[in-house]
């Protein structure tokens, strides 16, 4: 008698949760930046979200959740229902290098990724008028005057920290110059502008929103919109401080119905195909790098077990 109940309740609950991943979504689907609006987790997701909320046939909407590196957001991500509702953009430094240096309440179990999005290499620039013309110049001039130059970051352990760190620590100045960070790269590029730090690390997207100049990408090659601008290791950096790439994706909590994920990731694949977001890339000078539920899993596990030798070179 029990056994019977138990398969036609089973039964019941397994109809449920078909009809309910048939149904979805039925409300507003939450895109979550962990940053503050202005900074490029912010302008990519927001370039985003109209062509996803096309493609899964219902609304979307973007808020800002700032604080901790991008750690609060995720921190009450991972505390969510698993429904699909709740995503955030999870960069490599939220999702894999955050986790490893901080007492956070998730880790490399806490997610379903949904797909990745892009992945573009980081720049160090300067303001337009600055004296630097090179990091010849940055050198010379940060150890005849130690102390005096500040450099930006978004927050310790963020990768515009990671890349002003492997920049001088790899030049070997890292000693002589002052960090200042700040909550989100919008609040960084700000107090560059205003003279208030000298030095930021971040992507092509965001340096091009400002009257910036690049002095060395974080790149395996010279980038085509900047091919003057010369690679980390053309200047002296060393791996594996040379390569650094801001990827991200959608990140949701643990245990999404895999009718739902698959759901999600399609609209995703649709998102980054659509021609306007596509047109966004390009004017943007995002990299997309688009990977599906399972593939993207893989990946992020990799990476959080290999970003353990960034997080050491790095000293964090």
Known sequence: MFKKIA?????CLLAVSSAGAQDFPERPLNLIAPFNAG?????????????????IGGDVFVSNMAGGSGTVAASAL??????????????????TIQPQIKNVPYGIDSWTPICSVAASPTMLFVNNDSPFQNMDDVVSAVKEKPGEYVFGSSGPG??????????????????DMKHLPFQGSGPAIKEL???NIQFFGDTELLMKRGDFRPLMVFNKERVESFPDVPTAAEV????PLNELYLWGGLFAPAGVDA???????????????????????ANSGTVLNYRGAAEFDAFYREQYEANAALIEAAGL
């Open 158 to 175: 963020a990768i515009t920290h990671l890349t002003m760190v492997s920049a001088f620590a790899g030049l070997g100045i890292i000693d």
């Open 259 to 281: 009718d739902v994920t698959a759901k999600l990731e399609a609209a995703c694949e649709a998102a980054i195909a659509s021609d306007g977001f596509q047109e966004f890339a």
């Open 39 to 55: 900074g490029g987790t912010d302008l990519l997701l927001r370039g985003l979200a109209p062509h996803f909320a096309e493609a």
């Open 7 to 11: 398969t036609v309740s089973l039964g």
């Open 78 to 95: 991972q505390g969510q229902r698993p429904d699909g509702y709740q995503m955030a953009y999870m960069s490599v430094t939220v999702s």
């Open 236 to 239: 002296g950096i060393e791996p």
């Open 193 to 195: 502008t205003a003279g």
